[in-house]
């Protein structure tokens, strides 16, 4: 028995909504990689 897909009907909506998420992920790998760096050069 295969299981049912479901796909919502506004697929543009959830697509920009999960690239949303994944810039606010980037930013905050971005902004913890540079904090690591600057105290490893500073410390």
Do not use: S
């Amino acid at each position: 028995m295969l299981p049912k897909l479901h796909f919502t009907e506004d697929t543009f909506a959830l697509k920009f909504l999960l690239q949303g998420a994944e810039r606010l992920l980037d930013v905050v790998v971005a902004n913890i990689d540079l904090h690591v760096v600057v105290t490893t050069f500073l410390g």
